[in-house]
Each structure stands twice: as structure tokens, then as C-alpha cells.
């Protein structure tokens, strides 16, 4: 079936610290893989996200890369900032492309705390 | 921009009651979805919409059912509320043909 496994939090990180946040998935065809953030009080928004093997997704300083060698998709960021306190989750789309009834599978999140 | 909308940030209610969630999304799309989110479990599928009065269960579903007479609104029904329904409701929508979901702000549902 699908899943993903992400490390647990919470993570606690000094300003422009260095952060990973890994991710590994189980899948049966070639997902779709995503990075998703919520800040307190907030929903689900979408960060990054990477169609195919190989594949770099990036925004806001993030950056996550699609192995299909290792099945992951570890969340970076060179220099975090108080602003990036929030929990992300890791997710993978259901393989059937195309299909109306696709959907999402979550990891169970980590909780990222900076200290200014 | 997607905006999706849910009635209430946070709710009160009595075991027993009937509870109902709505969710309005002013983007035209498909498919909508009804989570719950709860520490240290993540986000977990209630149930979902592909259309207008579609509706499939998702890993969830037992003590709630769903209706989506226009498709704009999907709305998450709570027959019977129980204290162990406490927690956050999350409502997403996406177009068919894209798989980046869109999050409404959530719902916070504390049973008692």
C-alpha cells in the first residue's frame, strides 16, 4: 500500500541553523511527492512538491529532491528563520495518475520550533 | 487565489448532538476532502467527493457521513457526537486534473 514515514519532532533549531527533515515513502506506482506547512492556527499549505524521480522541488529557501533509488524526499534549508516555526507535513499523491479518485497520504508531521 | 472556507475556527458540543461542518471552496474544482488532524497521528482521509453527490469513504469514516448537493460545499455530518470525535477538521479541494490540494483553515471541534 501507501505511506509515509517521517522523523519525529519535535525539532528545535537556533536561527540560521542548517535543517533536514527526512522523508521516506512506500508506494505502489511513481507519486507524486509534496511538502506541506502549517503555522499556528493555520491550515495546510502547500510548500514544494516534485512530479518524477530526480525531480528538485523549491520555494522559500526550502528545498526537497524526489529518490526513487531511496523512496524519500528529505525537507532542507540552509538557514532557518523564527518565521519557518511551524509543522510540516511530507505526502505523497496516489499513483493512479489521472484518476478522479486520486488523493494524498500524510506523514504524521514534525513540529519545528527556532529560537531566535 | 484558492480561497476554501470552513463555518466555524472553533465549536462546542454535547456528546449526543448532531453536528454539522461546512466547507465552501470558490474555485470551481472537483474533489473535496473532510480530514482530521489529531497529535501524533497526522492527517487521517474521513471522507472525500469527486462530484456533486459522490462521495467515497476514506480510512475513517465510521460516526460521520458527508453530502455535497452543490459543488461548491461539502459538508461533514456528525450523527451522534462522541468525545472521542474531539479534535481538529480539516477541509481540502483540488481540480481533478491537478494534485496540489488546498487547505481550508480548520475547524476545532471539542465534544462534551
Not at chain 1, 41 to 64: M, P, R, V, W, Y
Not at chain 1, 71 to 81: A, C, D, N
Not at chain 2, 15 to 35: A, R, S
Request: hydrophobic share 30%.
Amino acid at each position: 500500500g501507501n505511506s509515509v514515514t517521517q522523523m519525529e519532532g519535535p525539532v528545535t533549531l537556533s536561527e540560521e541553523a542548517f535543517l533536514t527533515i527526512n522523508c521516506t515513502y512506500t508506494a505502489t506506482g511513481y507519486p507524486s511527492l509534496f511538502w506541506y506547512v502549517q503555522y499556528p492556527g493555520e491550515g495546510l499549505q502547500l510548500l514544494l512538491k516534485a512530479t518524477k524521480a530526480d525531480d528538485k522541488g523549491s520555494n522559500k529557501g526550502f528545498e526537497a529532491t524526489y529518490r526513487k533509488e531511496t523512496t524519500s524526499f528529505h525537507l532542507e534549508k540552509g538557514s532557518v528563520q523564527v518565521s519557518d516555526s511551524a509543522v510540516y507535513f511530507c505526502a505523497l499523491s496516489d499513483p493512479r495518475r489521472g484518476s478522479t479518485l486520486g488523493r494524498l497520504y500524510f506523514g504524521r508531521g514534525t513540529q519545528l520550533t527556532v529560537w531566535p | 487565489d484558492v480561497k476554501v472556507t470552513q463555518s466555524s475556527r472553533y465549536l462546542v458540543k454535547r456528546t449526543g448532538e448532531k453536528v454539522f461542518l461546512e466547507c465552501v471552496q470558490d474555485m470551481d474544482h472537483e474533489n473535496m476532502f473532510w480530514y482530521r488532524q489529531d497529535p501524533g497521528l497526522g492527517l487521517r482521509l474521513i471522507y472525500f467527493s469527486y462530484d456533486v453527490k459522490m462521495k467515497e469513504k476514506g480510512d475513517i469514516p465510521e460516526g460521520y457521513s458527508v453530502s455535497r448537493e452543490k459543488k461548491e460545499r461539502f459538508s461533514l455530518i456528525l450523527e451522534s457526537a462522541s468525545t472521542n470525535q474531539t479534535s481538529m477538521y480539516l477541509c481540502a479541494s483540488r481540480l481533478a486534473a491537478q494534485e496540489t490540494q488546498y487547505f481550508g483553515p480548520g475547524t476545532r471541534l471539542l465534544v462534551l
